[in-house]
Every structure is written in structure tokens, then in C-alpha cells.
């Protein structure tokens, strides 16, 4: 795993087992709670040469997400993987659990598999709410068991204003590049390494990013565009955007802002909690229930951050995502505001050039309708 020493190290240095966490959402602060670093598989791919071991067993139309953490699990014994979360985020890689629990058993690699079922209906009352509270209940009862460690609503308190620090400190640092004072290239970098290291070493790379100058004075005639998608766009066409005088005034990323958006407030019911949690959850296309919100969310954010045009970084293959767009775009062009979309996979190292061309053109479009 080339570049992933520091991270690792990170991770030893804590003491704490590791539970590997499926994107999008997982529980963090209830595995927090209980004593391990829960770490989520975002953003492998610069840790990876390849994904030789996966392909054994994935299709290759899977997104690059999914193949890039069955290579991280499957071809060694990465930062002493412990554990591994899932829930049904992905109907692609419905069976994914099956294939890594059994070939990594196969390898002589014993990792415990938790998971727990988001019910699509929704959460607001009755029946789905009472059935998820039951599987959160269930998945607190098995970490107990397995952990030999009691819940304490101390602990889960106390971890739930962890991640609510530290996703607070992701709202400082969008609003610094929204003013053209960080580079988003460089924030997203530190989102990403923050997913993979214990959010205590998480909290202080931010609170360090946060404090430091300005890296680059605002310039003028910037145009202000939004960026949503599953992942962040390459750190090559991070940088193209902002070479093209673009900055990244808002963002939808899953990776990101909608991973972060909200923390709810802890009743001394880690089931309420959860409930709240994902039923308030900032609208993703991957929680069906949300879904109905997103066309109304994200025009209101643009019009919240003066968005001139939106780039929708596609990430291939993700059903969720490539439904919705056409409905999106509609709706964006019919504001008034510019839309570009850009398709990448997990050969996009290779494929930058022409879409740093389309970038440039966006630009030059936003640029000859004035500021």
C-alpha cells in the first residue's frame, strides 16, 4: 500500500482496534464509543496501484469506489483491520460483504463483519422507525458481546462532540475556500486522509489548516461554482478548476459536505439518535428517503452562495447518482445557472487532459456573461 505509512501509523499510535467502514454514512461515534478507530474506505485510490485482487471477484462496472476498498481489504493486513461495517448503501455491491468476508477467511485474515439495514420507506414514524431502532439496538448489543465493553451514553457522548468538532471545522474550511482564501484541492485532501485516521489526529490536521494564512489573496472576477457528486473531482482537475479562475464557493460532495452537514444532539437514546441521524441527513440520492429533498436543497444552495454554475463530477457506474442528474440539470438551467458534467472512473489518472479542456471552457463561458 505505497503512501499509506503515515496513515497506518496514525492508526497503531492510537492503540484502539480498527473497524473499516463501508461508505456512505456509517455510525461513526457509536464504534468510537466502544473503543475502536472507525476509519471509512473514501479515497484508496492513491494508496493503490492497482485492483488486481479485487477484480478476481468484483464486475468491472462497479464505481472505482467499491473496487478500490475490496483491494484495500483483500490484498494484505492494511493498519490491522479488525473489523468491517456495512449497511445498504449500494445495490451493485449488495453481495460485496459475502465475497470479502470469505475470501479474506480464506487468507487467514479473521475479521468480524458488522452491519445494519437502513429501512428506504423512511424513518419519520412507525414501523421503519421502530424496526431501526431494533437494528441499531442490535448492532450496540454485538459490539458489547464481541468488545466485551458495556455501552456508556458517557462515552457515546462524549464521541458524538468529537465528530461534532470535527465536522464543524469542515464548515470554517468550506466557507475559507468559498472566499478564495484555501485552495479546494488542498481541502479535500485533508478530508480524505481525515477519513482513514482516528478523529482525534483528524480534528488536529483541520484545527492546524483552519488556523494558517491565506494561501492565496483573493483575486477578483472570480466566478463562484458549485461542485457535487459522490467524490471530489481528481486533485488534477481540483487544481484545473481553480487555474481557470473558478472557486468552489459551495459543495454537495458525498465525501464531503453531505457527510459532515449534521450532528444531531444526543437524548441518552443512541437509537433516537441514529434516527435523527439519518432521517435529517443532508438529501443524497443513496438514502431513497432523502432523495424527494435534493432538487429544492441544491437550488437553494446555490442561491444561498451566489453559484454561477454547478460541475457535477459523475463518478462511472454510480446508479444513484446518473438517475438523477437529467432532473437536476433541468432544474439548474432553468435558474439560470450553468451546469457541466464530468464523468470520471478508475482509469482517470490516465484521462485528465480533455476534461481540464471542458473546464476551461465552463470558465470562458461563466466569463462572457460578466461576474
Partial sequence: MKGFDALERALGESGRPVVCCFPLYPPLELFHAMGFNPIVLWGLKPFLASTSACDKHVQTFACSVGRHLTEFLLSGDVAGVDSVFFYNACDT?????????????GAGRQAKFYHFHVP???????????????????LASS?????????????????????????GLHAVLQ???????????????????????????????LQSLAREPP?????????????????PPPPELSDAI???????????IASMHRSFRHTPRFNGDVGDYYVDFYSRHCPCPTLLFTA????????????????????????????????????IEKIFKQNGIHVLSLEVSIDDRDNVAPLEGRIEAFAELLGSEGP
Fill in 93 to 105: 455491491l449488495r453481495n460485496l460483504p459475502e465475497i470479502l468476508s470469505r475470501n479474506m477467511i
Fill in 120 to 138: 428506504m420507506q423512511g424513518l419519520g414514524a412507525g414501523v421503519g422507525r421502530d424496526y431501526f431502532k431494533g437494528e441499531v439496538g442490535r
Fill in 143 to 167: 459490539l458489547e458481546k464481541d468488545c466485551h465493553v458495556a455501552f456508556s451514553n458517557r462515552n457515546f457522548q462524549d464521541s458524538v462532540e468529537k465528530y461534532r468538532k470535527m465536522r
Fill in 175 to 205: 466557507e475559507r475556500v468559498a472566499r478564495g482564501q484555501l485552495g479546494f484541492g488542498r481541502y479535500a485532501r485533508a478530508v480524505h486522509e481525515g477519513h482513514l485516521v482516528p478523529v482525534e489526529a483528524a480534528i488536529d490536521t
Fill in 215 to 231: 494561501s492565496n489573496p483573493r483575486r477578483e472576477g472570480l466566478h463562484r461554482v458549485m461542485l457535487s457528486g459522490i467524490m
Fill in 242 to 252: 481553480e487555474r481557470a479562475g473558478l472557486v468552489v464557493a459551495a459543495n454537495d
Fill in 292 to 327: 424527494d429533498q435534493r432538487a429544492g436543497y441544491l437550488a437553494d444552495m446555490a442561491k444561498d452562495n451566489g453559484v454561477e454554475g454547478v460541475i457535477f463530477v459523475g463518478e462511472k457506474f454510480c446508479e444513484y447518482e446518473y438517475l438523477e442528474f437529467p432532473h
